[in-house]
């Protein structure tokens, strides 16, 4: 993946901006909505790259070989920012990259610090914008995930929106968009992301991870990049040992109170489990699988099981052994 080109499921948002930049009408400030994993960094980095790209094609896609784009794959492109919890850096469009060899600002001095955007980032970002660009052309600015922005630092960019620096696109990404200040989002211009259709996440999905499988991205709540981010980390392998192990249980192949002592093994995990378990029983009721009321009944308590471990209320192990119990009941 290049990351210079849009995902084949933002064809629409593409048409959009590029349109607007064609017309020399591009809005200032954008609010980048959709849910984790559908592409809206992928998307931004794309935009960005293309923006600032000293030859892009003719669908204005970057070229991925031009100075700028090349100084833009590292974060070392002194017209792309990023703001985020780590400060204030330089955007880069290989995100693995960035924080080893990118521009670096303003950086928090502890990890406490990390907890929000800090107006410190947000004060060393209106220094540069105070001078004109380094190249003579466009300057972007994303801030990620934007409903971190610390009261004060959501003010100060305000006020950059409000009286926007010439040729700069300032650009908002967040899965609550509504957790926006108000006076912030009301000048924004907005680009929603929705999840692609299961027929499109699928083939891009296959394309990037043969080894991927629809059960997966089921999981991940329909988002590609979210199946394709626990693919690359491994995350996928644990996924399908839990799978494995409830299976197993419910055909009576393994100990219930075994199973219960290695699912909990772990606590971090434990309430994943819970959720991935709880996918698979909707998956199951949506797919017209064998479903009772006292299918509905352990849903329930699988339900309340999650809510009382995320509340610290409850014993992991105890919890997996009285829902395994029930779960080779149900299955008999
Ligand atoms: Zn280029």
Redesign the pocket.
């Known amino acids: 993946m290049s990351g210079?080109a849009p995902l084949p499921w933002q064809a629409a948002q593409w048409q959009a901006v590029t349109a607007a930049q064609a017309r020399s009408a591009l809005h200032h400030a954008w609010l980048i909505s959709g849910s984790e994993g559908v592409g809206k960094r992928s998307f931004v980095r794309a935009w960005a790259?293309a923006l600032?790209?000293?030859?892009?094609d003719m669908q204005q896609q970057?070229?991925?070989?031009?100075?700028?784009?090349?100084m833009?794959s590292h974060g070392g492109h002194p017209d792309a920012h990023l703001l985020c919890n780590d400060g204030h850096l330089g955007l880069a469009t290989d995100a693995a990259l960035q924080s080893e060899k990118g521009l670096s600002y303003w950086t928090p001095k502890s990890n406490s610090m990390r907890r929000d955007i800090a107006v410190d980032a947000a004060r060393s970002l209106m220094d540069k914008l105070v001078v004109t660009s380094h190249r003579g052309g466009m300057r972007v600015v994303v801030v990620h995930p934007a409903r971190d922005m610390s009261d004060a630092t959501a003010n100060a960019l305000l006020k950059t929106i409000e009286e926007p620096p010439a040729k700069t696109v300032l650009l908002f990404v967040t899965v609550f968009p509504q957790a926006l200040k108000q006076t912030i989002r009301s000048r924004c211009q907005q680009l929603r992301f929705a999840t692609p259709s299961k027929g499109e996440a699928l083939s891009w999905l296959y394309g990037a991870h043969p080894d991927a499988d629809a059960l997966l991205l089921a999981e991940a709540g329909g988002a590609p990049l979210k199946a394709a981010a626990w693919l690359t980390s491994g995350e996928s392998k644990r996924r399908a040992l839990w799978r494995n192990t409830l299976q197993q249980v419910a055909e009576r192949k393994s100990d219930p109170l075994q199973a219960a002592a290695d699912l909990a093994r772990d606590k971090s995990e434990a309430g994943q489990v819970l959720r991935l378990w709880q996918t698979q029983m909707q998956l199951q009721l949506r797919e017209g699988g064998a479903w009772s009321a006292r299918h509905d009944a352990f849903h329930t308590m699988l339900l309340d099981g999650l809510r009382r471990l995320e509340d610290h209320n409850a014993n992991a192990q105890l919890l997996f052994e009285s829902l395994l119990l029930r779960w080779r009941l149900l299955a008999a």
Do not use: I, M, V
Not at 52 to 56: A, Q, V
Not at 62 to 70: L, P
């Open positions: 210079l790259a600032l790209c000293e030859k892009p970057a070229c991925g070989a031009c100075n700028s784009c090349k833009l």
